[in-house]
């Protein structure tokens, strides 16, 4: 079986996945990825953890496009993670939407891929167009340095995998 790299910007989407579910916590869950009825902006913002990733993709002009058809995976940064990041390199991004569409596209990859994919890979290209890293460490996975906290929050267009870290390219 060939594994293709999949995009950052799939990561993003992952990301942001993984953070709706966690912020349905109390709701059941199961053991294995369902196919989620909102898409993969609309369950970010369910979740409530991830203000400031909606708020840049808005900013962005990218909200639309994690809203289409997809699929992608979103490496999807929770707002504690964006708290970490320097107000000076955050008001940098916010002035500059070139940078941060980059920023952005960076955590999103095409393609649906799940945690147990991911596990597989070394490395998946990302929608700004540079792979980002992937490695497992102590049974957890680990994106272009930054730990996937909750994997596998499926959105009707995808899937979001929660990380603690915002990504640089």
Do not use: C, W
């Amino acid at each position: 079986m060939t594994i293709k790299r999949i995009p950052i910007i799939t990561a993003l989407v992952l990301t942001l996945a993984v953070g709706v579910a966690t912020a349905t916590a109390g709701q059941a869950t199961t053991a294995g990825p369902t196919m989620g009825e909102k898409n993969l902006v609309q369950t970010a913002i369910a979740a409530g953890q991830f203000k400031t990733l909606a708020s840049l993709l808005q900013k962005a002009g990218l909200a639309g496009t994690l809203e289409g058809e997809g699929p992608f995976t979103v490496f999807a940064p929770t707002d504690a993670a964006f708290a970490k990041v320097p107000k000076a390199t955050l008001a940098s991004l916010a002035r500059n939407k070139a940078k941060l569409r980059a920023v952005l596209l960076y955590h999103v990859v095409k393609g649906k891929v799940t945690a147990a994919r991911a596990m597989k890979l070394h490395s998946a290209k990302t929608l700004e167009g540079k792979p980002v890293s992937i490695r497992v460490s102590g049974g957890k996975v680990i994106v272009g340095g930054a730990t996937v906290v909750k994997a596998n929050v499926m959105a009707s267009n995808g899937v979001i995998h929660v990380i603690n870290k915002v990504l640089i390219p």
